[in-house]
DNA sequence: GCCGTCAGACTAACCGGTCGGTATGCGCGG
DNA sequence: CCGCGCATACCGACCGGTTAGTCTGACGGC
């Protein structure tokens, strides 16, 4: 019985991605062959390809589905009605909530960009640039206004925040004392405290 | 006439050496063959396994170089006679312009390290963890001393650089408008005033 | 004449992607 | 309400190409 699902409910598609998503996390994604996708996902290459252009495809999905997510939250936190602090503040703490909470899709983000083909190379970067200036204009408007430190450029201080961000993958454990939020807290703390005027 | 040099004067192994750092930097890992590699150093497959067992093993030999000059560097601040603020900024700013003046080491070690075997990948863990330790063991002093915030742990507070300088290959460009030496700067005095009691 | 150094042909495995074929369910004419 | 026909969903064998690594042997200095 084919049809959009079938031995578990979930559908087809999202299967392959979300096998994809751990396996391209696990060894990355030169080290994943397609077949150890389909099996994973419990179907063939014929299904995987009837689906997906290629095994591009299926990474730059895994990388749009990120990305629209940050992109959203981000967006939300910016239009706060709230003094500038309090908004850097609360988008600072959620990308590293976020950013935990979907570790394989991050390490993937930031460890297999370069497979991507050119065009599509292009295109996530230039998502990637408009939400990094959304937060850029954050650190300049509280420059501008006078509650942050206007010391250091704003974009070498977004670089730095999101470098901290990137690195998670590396360090971060589940299993470890600290709770996302707790993490999240303290290196939007850090951040802020760099900062102060 | 075979005799560790050839055309130019450089020994073999170091051109190769070279040549394997220019294209993982280049092109990753898993995406450089390598015939691309034996290409570049202009010699063949014979010679490249003559000296290095296996590809892995020329992968692991420009993370052992990296992790030694690094960890000299290190070093020789922290063991510096000066004042623990100065001390902590000197090693801050340095990791920074050597990552830099190394970028291709930098990218090859942050977006690779995973491609090594196990007991390989559990050796240059190792020498990491020492290195982040000492870097640890700065902050924890002053913070004893009073002259830096206890509000966020030492390790956080390490992880956090260490991400700006992860991420320094993602972003920075020679072309720009900072040299190393200034973004290094920068990025020592974001840690220092996040450090500011 | 022997040993370090390397050339280059070779192999076995594996890869992404294709393609002809099959099964299933839905729209629709009767 | 039936059954025909087609679109959709998927299977799995297969192909051309590439890869890391091996092996035999030769060249030249000591």
Chains 1, 2 share one sequence.
């Not at 996390?25 to 996708?37: K, L």
Request: net charge negative; aromatic share 8%; hydrophobic share 35%.
């Amino acid at each position: 019985m084919p049809r959009t699902t079938d031995g578990d409910g979930t559908p087809v598609p999202q299967r392959l991605l979300a096998a994809a998503t751990r396996l391209f996390a696990e060894r990355g994604y030169d080290r994943t062959s397609v077949q150890e996708i389909v099996e994973a996902a419990g179907v063939t290459k014929g299904a995987l390809y009837h689906y997906f252009g290629s095994k591009d495809d299926l990474l730059h999905e895994v990388y749009a589905r990120v990305l629209r997510l940050q992109q959203e939250r981000l967006d939300h936190f910016a239009d706060a009605d709230e003094p500038i602090e309090k908004r850097l503040r609360g988008a600072a703490a959620d990308v590293v909530v976020t950013t935990i909470e979907n570790l394989d899709d991050a390490s993937i983000f930031f460890r297999s960009m370069h497979h991507l083909g050119p065009e599509k190379n292009k295109q996530v970067r230039a998502e990637r640039r408009r939400y990094h200036e959304r937060f850029r204009a954050l650190v300049e408007e509280g420059q501008r206004e006078g509650v942050f430190s206007t010391a250091t450029p704003a974009d070498l201080v977004v670089d730095y925040h999101f470098g901290s961000v990137h690195h998670l993958s590396t360090w971060y454990r589940p299993d470890g004392p600290l709770s996302p939020q707790e993490v999240a807290d303290h290196l939007a703390d850090l951040l802020l405290r760099a900062l102060r005027p």
